[in-house]
């Protein structure tokens, strides 16, 4: 081979590694990108619910984001049907190095709309975050121990949105295909932990509070919803 060649050969090589440095950091940022706009519109969203009731804002938390990117992806490719059985290990304390203390765990499984209708980014951020919030409707203030008591299940992800003592949020997602067309798996995560049980729910009161008097009128996120 000429010296000639050889110089060419190295050059052809170069450029191709540079080709796919830039597709890959390309592809890199297109998902941090979509996720972000996924995490900011539910951050908004929950903290313009948790104001409906004096809680103050929630605030990003990397870790967070990581450790629900992380269980979003579990659910996806371990439970059946993508659904939020609380089943992913990584947020447990125990099993995660950054967070001590329970982190509250809420999610979405469900189609993200028709192939005609997929949701954008942001619809994922906000539908999830008013599928929590919108239990507000079974929840009695004046009587929430019987709801508590009775059907826990259908109030304690509202609860967790708007309770008092949590203070970082993270958000993971992804939408994958499936045989009855394409799903979308959401974690949304809260630090401390809300929820807090104990035999007199005394932390519900303090941590759920009414909505405020002045407070504008609830409407749904969507008309469909
Ligand atoms: C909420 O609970 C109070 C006290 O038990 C009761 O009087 C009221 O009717 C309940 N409201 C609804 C909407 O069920």
């Given at each position: 081979m000429t010296p000639e060649k050889k110089v060419l050969f190295v050059k052809i090589g170069l450029g191709l590694i540079v080709a796919s440095m830039l597709v890959g950091y390309t592809y890199v940022w297109v998902q941090w990108v979509d996720l972000e706009a996924a995490r900011e519109s539910a951050l908004i969203l929950n903290n313009y619910y948790r104001a409906r009731h004096g809680s103050a804002p929630l605030t990003r938390n990397a870790d967070?984001?990581?450790?629900?990117?992380?269980?979003?992806?579990?659910?996806?490719?371990?439970?059946p049907g993508g659904s939020i059985d609380h089943s992913c290990p990584y947020?447990?304390?125990?099993?995660?190095?950054?967070?001590?203390?329970?982190?509250?765990e809420c999610g979405g499984g469900s189609p993200t709309g028709s192939p005609e209708h997929l949701w954008t980014n942001i619809e994922i951020g906000e539908g999830n975050t008013w599928m929590l919030y919108k239990e507000i409707y079974n929840y009695n203030f004046s009587n929430f121990k019987t709801d508590l008591e009775t059907h826990p299940r259908?109030?304690?992800?509202?609860?967790?949105?708007?309770?008092?003592?949590?203070?970082y949020f993270g958000l993971g997602m992804t939408t994958y295909r499936s045989k009855k067309g394409i799903g979308m798996v959401a974690t949304l995560?809260?630090?401390?932990?809300?929820?807090?049980?104990?035999?007199d729910w005394a932390h519900f009161l303090?941590?759920?509070?009414?909505?405020?008097?002045?407070?504008?009128?609830?409407?749904?996120?969507?008309?469909?919803y």
């Open positions: 967070l984001d990581m450790i629900a990117q992380m269980c979003a992806l579990y659910y996806r490719d371990y439970v947020w447990r304390s125990g099993y995660n190095f950054y967070f001590s203390e329970g982190i509250g259908t109030v304690l992800h509202f609860t967790q949105v708007v309770w008092r003592e949590s203070k995560f809260y630090y401390p932990s809300g929820n807090l049980i104990t035999d303090m941590n759920v509070r009414p909505v405020l008097k002045d407070a504008p009128a609830l409407e749904g996120w969507k008309k469909q």
